[in-house]
């Protein structure tokens, strides 16, 4: 940009603790076009004076000096007439974190202004995406949770296509024989409904049904998917503009479970089976017919146990109470006994555990179920240890039931846990053999052939990448409907183990998704975690050295390649998190506003003491997502941390390009420290693989550093949650600490 405009706000003790008549005189000299100050920028009169100065004396973009960028957004840049805008938290940042009227206060907010200054002179306007946008969902999978999400999407006024496999829709529950208790009084199973679901479906007028149906091949992006489906009677093509994927879960194999049932006995049956019973009004053992005086239900049947399902499925327990409440309806003569670990009957389910128990016919035994034998006189007997009768326990039994646990109706887990692993080999293998072995591989399991069910023509597979379980891979934490493929978002039980209330609750949230996901496109906005961003990112094509790494690290299949190799875009799929310009070692990649040369030029702009002054400069590449946030509470709280760190947030960690951290070297910095949201199963990075990727490219940076004798101490990455903002200013000050204890960076002064 060529004319940038200062705004400096006196307000929040900013005033009190900087000199701001200097920082806007460093402004000046910086270059800006000019300079204004208000003592309560964001309230009215501040709002009005920007806008007047803005009238009065155009410019290209503004630089507000004052709270951090998470504060205020909409109110500061409404007043800014559409002005790209750039901030310094000198609130945060300086004001309240550091000693008031003190020289290296000074200091940090000057060269907050003039890092300010110099990003925004690399800022341009973004160009909004005007690409036509189709209204239809699409939603895979006709059981309760797609049914509910088709409703819903109707419900909010948009087209829907429902395509099922089998003939009906239902799903499994279908012929369930009632159902866990969802509303008042609580405490006893409720009827059966799907039926009446599925009546609502067909007599909607927006929402049309293909059953018998399956997914030939999906190609496009939200707002713009083109679905092939295949039936009976031939194949169609219809366009999409977001899709709920709802292909629910189907019950672990109870023939697995070997150890459990040596003898193979028929009359160890699982849950299934049991209702199915149940709906029959009958209750038969499967050896001979019989009825059974004493029906023995197994908890956590494969469940929790590292050689079948290492998850609980959430739903198994609140199963056997309903099913128990039902044999002593229907059969009063049978006594039921539950054998348990633990009973996991979370909220309103606590009331149905309560009144099973409290009715009285039903025997709680906990302990460990060793194995179901047969006895000799056509029963069975349970072994059970660590039971409260204490070890060898045997409890006799007519029918054994075992309560097993859910499996994800998504592709193959086993076929893309072994790509995943191939990919990871074919990146990082030790040799170039075993690089050309894995990618081999890859080639040849990228399709998962039989398992496809989206066919999905992205490069990176045609279906969800899912986690070690099954179950499709996204931030669970904070965005548990997105996926790892835009616009195309998981419900019901093939999102996570869950029961049918849950599962018509979650179809809500999905279908709110897409629908919100359509409309962002119309809007050419990006989805979460930066909803509303309207810059996609540009790749200068001919430096591009067909390298793939962008295409292959990308989390979320936003590129394609041609037959060279070269990455092709579909912006509406991108999530803006810039982890393909961190991979591009070209440089190649940028966006309008967060770019390579924007983020260098901040480094760049900050004005590095000489090695005699004693005062290092630490350079902090924040991710905004988690550790800016931690930061900026830390601040809030008034904390304090030392005053040679300059905290630059980025997108994600992900996007820190290496050439960040050589500038820095070269400049004179004395360290760099970069810190960033946890990544794992467990605590998610909000771009999934940001964290991750990072820390493996530093491994590349430290050796870097060994061999032009840099200590590779200078840099460090460090994972943080948002709500440890307790630590990130004790992990500021202890690094900095090191760096003082080493010798200055030999290149400073260069």
């Known amino acids: 940009m060529e004319r940038i405009g200062v705004v400096l706000c006196s307000g929040c003790d900013i005033g009190k603790a900087v000199d701001l008549e200097a920082v806007g005189g460093v402004a000046g000299e910086e270059g800006a076009a000019w300079v204004v100050s208000h003592h309560a920028l964001c309230e009215p009169e501040g709002l009005e004076t920007v806008r007047r100065r803005l009238e009065e004396d155009a410019v290209d973009g503004l630089l507000l000096g004052a709270c951090s960028q998470r504060c205020r957004a909409d109110v500061l840049c409404d007043a800014c007439l559409g002005v790209p805008v750039e901030r310094a938290a000198l609130r945060e940042h300086v004001a309240w974190s550091h000693a008031p009227l003190d020289e290296d206060t000074q200091a940090l907010a000057e060269d907050l202004v003039r890092m300010g200054l110099a990003r925004a002179a690399t800022v341009r306007p973004p160009e909004v995406l005007d690409e036509p946008v189709e209204d239809t969902v699409l939603v895979v999978g006709g059981g309760l949770a797609g049914m509910q999400a088709a409703l819903a999407a109707s419900a909010l006024g948009k087209p829907v296509v429902l395509v099922e496999a089998r003939e009906a829709l239902g799903g499994f529950l279908r012929e369930v024989p009632g159902l866990p208790p969802h509303r008042p009084p609580w405490d006893v199973p409720v009827p059966n409904t799907v039926g009446d679901v599925v009546r609502q479906v067909l007599d909607d007028p927006r929402i049309r049904v293909i059953t018998g149906a399956n997914l030939e091949r999906i190609s ?106 039902r044999l002593r309806q229907d059969f009063p003569e049978v006594e039921p006994v539950v054998l348990y670990r633990d009973l996991r009957t979370p909220g309103t389910l606590e009331h149905l555990y309560q009144a099973v128990q409290e009715e009285g016919g039903t025997l709680f035994l906990r302990g460990e179920v060793e194995a179901v034998h047969a006895n000799g006189n056509g029963s069975l007997q349970v072994g059970l240890a660590e039971s409260l009768l204490g070890d060898g326990v045997a409890v006799p039994a007519d029918l054994v039931v075992l309560a097993v646990g859910m499996v994800p109706h998504s592709a193959d887990g086993e076929a893309i846990r072994m790509l995943n692993d191939a990919r990871e080999r074919a990146e990082h293998g030790e040799s170039e053999t075993q690089r050309a072995e894995a990618r081999e591989l890859v080639e040849n399991l990228a399709s998962h052939e039989g398992t496809e069910i989206l066919h999905l023509t992205y490069r990176q597979g045609p279906d969800l990448p899912v986690l070690q379980y099954g179950f499709p891979d996204s931030h669970y934490i904070c965005f548990p409907y997105e996926t790892r493929r835009t616009g195309i978002y998981a419900a019901g039980t093939v999102r996570a183990p869950m029961g049918p209330a849950e599962a018509a609750e979650d179809a809500w ?156 070297l070269s400049r004179g910095f004395d360290g760099v420290i970069l810190i960033g949201c946890r990544y794992g199963d467990d605590t998610q990075c909000h771009y999934v693989r940001g964290s991750e990727l990072a820390n493996r490219r530093l491994e590349n940076v430290q050796e870097t550093l060994e061999r032009l004798s840099l200590e590779p101490e200078r840099i460090r990455l460090v994972e943080l949650a948002h709500n440890e903002f307790h630590r990130i200013p004790e992990l500021l000050d202890e690094f900095a600490g090191e760096i003082e204890e080493m010798d200055p960076n030999p290149y400073k002064g260069f």
């Open 220 to 325: 496009g992006q939200p707002g713009q998917f083109e679905v092939h489906v295949g039936t009976g009677d031939g194949s169609e093509t219809f366009r999409a503009g977001a899709i709920v994927q709802a292909t629910g879960a189907e019950p672990y194999d109870v023939s697995r479970l070997e150890a459990l049932n040596p003898d193979r006995s028929p009359d160890v049956i699982g849950s299934v089976e049991l209702d199915a019973m149940l709906a029959s009004g009958e209750l038969r053992r499967p050896s001979d017919g019989a009825t059974p005086r004493r029906v023995v239900f197994v908890q956590c049947a494969g469940s929790r146990d590292p050689d079948h399902l290492p998850y609980c499925s959430s739903e198994c327990c609140a199963t056997t109470l309903r099913q128990a409440a």
């Open 509 to 664: 949230g999905a279908a709110l998704k897409a629908v919100q996901c359509i409309e962002a496109a119309r809007r050419g906005e990006a989805v979460h975690p930066r909803s509303g961003d309207l810059g996609v990112p540009d790749f200068f094509l001919q430096r591009c050295t067909q390298c793939k790494r962008c295409t292959e690290e990308c989390p979320f299949g936003t590129l394609d390649e041609d037959e060279k190799g070269t990455p092709m875009l579909n912006p509406l799929r991108c999530r803006h998190c810039g982890i393909c310009m961190g991979a591009c070692p070209e440089r190649i990649v940028s966006f309008p506003d967060y770019s390579v040369d924007g983020i260098a030029s901040m480094i760049k702009a900050v004005e590095v003491p000489d090695e005699d002054e004693e005062k290092p400069r630490i350079l902090a590449l924040l991710c905004e997502n988690d550790a800016l946030p931690a930061l900026d509470t830390a601040a809030a709280l008034r904390t304090g941390w030392n005053p040679w760190v300059r905290v630059v947030p980025v997108r994600c960690l992900g996007s820190v390009n290496i050439v960040w951290i050589a500038d820095a």
